[in-house]
């Protein structure tokens, strides 16, 4: 049925090296499988297939830790000089539990999550981390550009990654980037089906879209990202960074 | 390609009345659009005609609001009726700001959302709000059954609800019923690309999958139930009560 939306893995990407182009990677992946990008796709890619591609990977025999790193390490066991990187990359603590070794960082962007983004997970090396794209916005919009002038496609690009939350376990996927799509979609002001405005209701959809292509991007599988295909987002000029609330308006910060 | 996922939804859903059959109803509806429920489907449905099936609708004219709903209401300018239906859905309050009039409330599942899920969108009257089921796992359970007594098919239920969370602007859907699968995907001590174990990924699917059907249920369309397909989940006694964060490893409630 054409009102049904479908999510398809990208598959078979191969290792990606700084300095690679994703978008590229990415077209030639899909389209040996037999796809084509179309007009009104969204394509979402995981975070660390960019940031190795813009070489937003450390070594850990490069980094000495400092005192903190050191501190936290030893609660919880994990390796201090990561920690180091993930205090370097920490735009603000939000929270730091010396009880269980768990940092909660600001990051330059603004978001909110563990070690500021940074992970040592599908990585070629067992020393190496990798961080947030410095702007990955804007690392959003080299994508679909590129996809654009390979492929003639206009298509909306979301980068995920996997953030906790605060009050629900688990991990789910958020929108870190955004380019070609509005993140949130605002129902205020229109009507419900008994004719009532509807008061309150923005529906964060970037992060919706990160989380279904969770559904096929998986943690081990090697598939980096999914389009998301029959889904009619708004276009414009969304930013992940419209996503995190202001200090202000927040609550639990 | 047979890897991908679709999210279809369920159209030409009348108006769900206390009482009725939500399995009943939804089979119906979907076989009614030339579909037929597979074993394997993921079925969302959301909270609200769960709701009204249970009966869980209050008329605001039955209702007195109390000293505090009606200084809630001064301030946010809500109906303190339907203030006062929020504070007794609330099992304990975990943030009051009298600055705004946003309550932050668990309820008895243990929920963490504003309001304790009361909500009067999209009912018949406007003097109507909805309040959550009593025990959403158990009316998953219901529906669940329903369906494979109806049709065959082994499917698994999550109920949705859209939840506002600190530090990101806008809402999500998230799973407040789940029945027969496991509700969170626990990666930690399997290995990643590199071969190293990965420490600390749980994603939370059935969070992700309730996600994923809001691109088709959304808020105004009366689609009140989408079915994804394609994903494997794993089989399994998992409850939505499963993805509260205990509050002693909370850092935010």
């Known amino acids: 049925m054409s009102d049904e939306i479908r999510i398809i893995p990208i598959r078979g990407v191969g290792e990606v090296r700084p300095g690679d182009d994703v978008a590229a990677v990415l077209v030639e992946a899909f389209e040996a499988q037999g796809q084509r990008f179309e007009s009104g796709d969204v394509l979402v890619v995981t975070q660390k297939i960019v940031s190795k591609a813009e ?81 990955s916005d804007v690392s959003a919009d080299g994508i679909r550009a590129g996809v654009r002038e390979r492929t003639g496609a206009e298509i909306a690009v979301i980068i995920s990654d996997t953030f906790g939350r605060p009050w629900r376990t688990g991990q789910t996927n958020v929108a870190i980037g955004v380019s070609g799509m509005m993140t949130v979609h605002d129902y205020r002001g229109q009507t419900d089906s008994a004719g009532l405005v509807l008061v309150v209701t923005e ?51």
Chains 1, 2 share one sequence.
Not at 79 to 105: C, F, H, N, P, Y
Not at 214 to 228: F, S
Not at 235 to 240: F, Q
């Open 55 to 135: 070489g937003r990977i450390v070594d850990l025999s490069t980094v000495t830790p400092s005192e903190q790193a050191l501190e936290i390490a030893k609660v919880n066991g994990r390796d201090a000089r990561q920690i180091e990187v993930a205090l370097r990359e920490t735009a603000k603590i939000v929270r730091l539990d010396m009880q269980r070794g768990i940092l909660i960082s600001e990051t330059r962007h603004g978001f909110i999550c563990a070690n500021a983004g940074v992970d040592g997970s599908n990585l070629d090396l067992a020393t190496e981390v990798s961080m947030l794209p410095i702007d």
């Open 203 to 253: 529906i964060a959809v970037a992060d919706d879209l990160a989380s279904a292509a969770e559904l096929v991007t998986g943690k081990l599988d090697r598939v980096p990202a999914g389009v998301i295909r029959g889904y009619a987002f708004q276009p414009g000029e969304g930013r992940a960074t419209h996503l995190v609330r202001a200090a202000e308006f927040d609550m639990f910060r």
